[in-house]
């Protein structure tokens, strides 16, 4: 079954605004992760947070975990047009032996 | 370039075919996985090896037949496929067998785009 579930599934923005991406999750978890995959290639890692953190930081890229809420987002400041693509949250589950991927939110980002 | 590599980008097969999707990963890792991602639907775990040994069968038909020869090849063999099953194949590592709390990273190559006709 789904574990991480992306809201919203697309999201529209104009460059220089920030983008925030949510995901939420069924059980507990390790960690979770944020995946970035450009139209028609692979995923590549953005960030992990810790399941006894509550935010982390990365360049532009900042990820936030509410474990009380089994959720998680992941905000975009001030996108550019090379951000356009589809992000993906994956949880690491406490009793689990691997990544669970949610659907994903396609992020579009015009100039 | 992301250390896995996969060939090739793109295959059309039909439905009687047997063809086989190859990766290659160039990063010292000890586990490999196979993923497919299909339009609108969130990715799905296919196979996973640590240490060559196969540790997760993610029950996926017997259509797909996958083989890990050693720590860097891993390739998934594919035979009398259904036009359902056309999908981007990714291939992925991480540099140890899974670790529970240890923050496991996956890195994945380019994928290899399936049609089957």
């Known amino acids: 079954s789904q574990q991480g579930e992306e809201d919203p599934q697309a999201l529209s923005i104009q460059e220089g605004e920030n983008a925030t991406m949510n995901c939420s999750y069924k059980?507990?978890?390790?960690?979770l992760q944020w995946y970035r995959q450009n139209s028609g290639r692979g995923l590549v890692h953005l960030i992990l947070?810790?399941?006894?953190?509550r935010e982390k930081h990365s360049g532009r890229l900042r990820v936030t975990l509410d474990t009380s809420k089994k959720s998680s987002s992941l905000l975009i400041t001030a996108s550019r047009a090379a951000d356009t693509a589809s992000y993906f949250c994956?949880?690491?589950?406490?009793?689990?032996?691997?990544?669970?991927f949610g659907a994903g939110t396609i992020l579009r980002v015009k100039s | 370039e992301t250390g896995v590599t996969q060939t090739p980008r793109h295959l059309v097969m039909g439905m009687t075919n047997k063809k086989s999707l190859k990766c290659e990963q160039h990063?010292?890792?000890?586990?490999m996985y196979w993923y497919k991602q299909s339009a609108k639907k969130p990715l799905e775990l296919m196979f996973v090896?640590?240490?060559?040994?196969?540790?997760e069968n993610n029950s996926v038909p017997s259509r797909f037949s996958p083989e890990c020869p050693n720590s860097s090849h891993l390739f998934l063999h594919l035979h009398t496929l259904q036009p359902e099953d056309s999908a981007l194949y990714l291939c992925?590592?991480?540099?140890?067998?899974?670790?529970?709390?240890?923050?496991?990273?996956?890195?994945f190559g380019e994928g290899s785009w399936l049609t089957v006709v």
């Open positions: 947070i810790r399941s006894n953190e």
């Open positions: 992925a590592s991480s540099p140890q067998g899974w670790q529970p709390q240890m923050g496991n990273t996956i890195y």
């Open positions: 059980t507990s978890i390790n960690n």
């Open positions: 994956a949880t690491d589950q406490e009793y689990g032996n691997k990544l669970v």
């Open positions: 090896y640590n240490f060559k040994e196969q540790t």
């Open positions: 990063l010292g890792h000890n586990a």
